[in-house]
């Protein structure tokens, strides 16, 4: 983990404390002295089965790095993202089941998308979706755009 501040690797932990289903910890860099917190998520045993049968256990940094990769370069600020990420957690554990498809993963994260940013929808769609060229891309740009206004 690097400071977000620096980039430097080097801290220590200053604190830790428990909220709720995560574990909070603040830290401090020890390059450049700025503190940040971090929360540690405990799942749950959770399951995603992929489109090819495979089971792999849930990552919720992979889910970040998703949804990160598709809003690069726009006005979506990182707690905006987090909150994101825990509000599709919470629903996922929300279900009730040991194992969820990806595909349900990748829905979820297309409906906050919408809702949030076309342009990122628009560049998760087309790797989840597997866009193979212009025509299914317009399409889903029209599907997005028919969609109602949050």
Do not use: W
């Amino acid at each position: 983990m690097e400071c977000p501040h620096c980039g430097h690797g080097q801290h220590k932990v200053i604190d830790t404390r428990d909220a709720g289903d995560a574990i909070r910890r603040r830290r401090q860099c020890e390059e450049c002295s700025q503190r940040f917190t971090t929360y540690e998520n405990v799942a749950a045993d959770l399951l995603v089965t992929k489109s090819d049968g495979r089971r792999e256990p849930f990552d919720r940094q992979k889910l970040l790095r998703g949804i990160q990769l598709a809003t690069v370069k726009r006005p979506i600020g990182s707690a905006t993202i987090e909150h994101m990420a825990d509000q599709i957690v919470e629903a996922l554990h929300g279900v009730g089941r040991a194992e969820v498809a990806s595909k349900t993963i990748g829905r979820m994260v297309l409906d906050h998308l919408a809702n949030l940013d076309q342009v990122a929808y628009i560049r998760f769609a087309s790797v989840y979706l597997d866009v193979k060229d212009v025509t299914e891309l317009r399409a889903e740009m029209e599907r997005l755009m028919a969609r109602p206004a949050p």
